[in-house]
């Protein structure tokens, strides 16, 4: 005779067995219309020479001259977003920089590729000297939003590229996967930092004073890869530092929860976990720009 086990049971045994997977949330699906998320208008451009350069990268790369540039200018190479942002950054700032915009669509492997090759960023710059008439530039300051920092991290991963750079400055974009792939740290991942690691490098320098380094980042959790905010905090402990609870407000109607300030480097955390409060960090480029600036290097 044949033993039935009740269909709830057997039911119930299997639901135990099944590994619950984490939720896919990139993008996050999540909207708020508490804060202002101020936007600079497109059609209020900065005055200044502007130039194309085609054919060196999958996209043209937008190059803008600020008419009171000094003689050498610094150079502002920018991944991922519309060019009037960092033109207004860079025209406002003290320093006058030349902005070079780099866009070439979405995901950060779309900036990681090029940019693994180290003649990229040689071909890049020459290409920018031949259309600005600059034999030389003062300093390389690389900035990177969300997608962006693919191509940063390309650049730094190569030792005699990122020996040209004076600093970096990163809005809401420090990624890298989780180990194994989907399994978020509560279920037992890790952030893979083999990808973190020209970033720890940077901020080591930055302590230092020797580079600059800035981020910033929201509380978006994409789910499918390591949040800014998982990212950041890895940094900050390999550091041996802490945040400081803050709470004011920043550009483009943020609101800052923490900050950390160690030599030349600088992490600030902002609330939100919406697609507006990401796109809010690039919009604030022209006051994070700033405080970049200010970072005191030696």
Sequence with gaps: MVKRVPLVLVTLVSACRITPQPAAQ???PMVEHTRAHERMAETDTVRGRRHLIDGV????????VPEDAPEPAPLLIHFHG?????????????????????????????YQRPF????????LMAEVSRVTGRREFDAVVLSGFSA??????AILREPASAARIEGVLLLDG???????????????????????????????????????????????FPGTFASTTETTDWIIRSLGLERSAVLEWGPAGMQQLSSVHAGALVILGFAGNSAPDHVDHFH?????????????KR
């Design 26 to 28: 990139n993008p996050s």
């Design 82 to 110: 519309a060019a009037f942002v960092p033109e207004r950054a860079a025209a406002e700032s003290d320093r006058k920089y030349i902005a070079v915009t780099v866009h070439l669509g979405a995901g950060s492997s779309a």
């Design 57 to 64: 990268l999958s996209s043209p790369v937008r190059v803008f």
């Design 284 to 296: 604030g480029m022209p006051h994070f720009l700033r405080l970049y600036d200010a970072a005191p």
């Design 174 to 220: 420090l990624h890298t996967a989780y180990v194994p792939a989907g399994r978020v740290l509560h279920q037992g991942g890790q952030l893979d930092t083999n990808l973190l690691a020209p970033f720890l490098r940077l901020a080591r320098d930055a302590v230092a004073g020797r580079r600059r380094l800035v981020i910033t980042h929201s509380e978006i």
């Design 116 to 123: 693994a090759d180290p003649a990229a960023l040689t071909r």
């Design 148 to 153: 962006g920092y693919g191509a940063i991290r």
